[in-house]
């Protein structure tokens, strides 16, 4: 079982950046894919980004291509995610989560750990 803890999030003006950390503990040594999502105020759970172990490939929603970038250190078992040019519908609870598997997914069945989150709120 892989431990996820989320840091980063906060209140931010339309415009601005906030980095999002995910620290991963516990059974760590998977080579497996790693993914952000977020939950949009009264909407579902939503995929954001993936990245594979090597961070030789990275996938993105059309909604943050571009403005967003997924990294990870596996030195420090953490994963990031860089949010530039925020807009107010990009506030949400944001999530990390971690597969086994090595291929990247977006659907939430196909992760097996998750965190509790932190919220990101950008105001107009």
């Known amino acids: 079982q892989v431990q996820l803890v989320e840091s980063g999030g906060g209140l931010v003006q339309a415009g601005g950046s906030l980095r999002l950390s995910c620290a991963a503990s516990g059974r760590t040594s998977s080579n497996g894919a790693m993914g952000w999502f977020r939950q949009p105020p009264g909407k579902e759970r939503e995929f954001v980004a993936a990245i594979s172990w090597s961070s030789s490939s990275t996938y993105y929603a059309d909604s943050v291509k571009g403005r967003f970038t997924i990294s990870r250190d596996n030195a420090r078992s953490t994963v990031y995610l860089q949010m530039n040019s925020l807009k107010p519908e990009d506030t949400a609870v944001y999530y990390c989560?971690?597969?086994?598997?090595?291929?990247?997914?977006?659907?939430?069945?196909?992760?097996?750990?998750w965190g509790q989150g932190t919220q990101v709120t950008a105001s107009s």
């Open positions: 989560a971690a597969r086994r598997a090595v291929n990247l997914r977006v659907q939430l069945s196909e992760y097996d750990s």
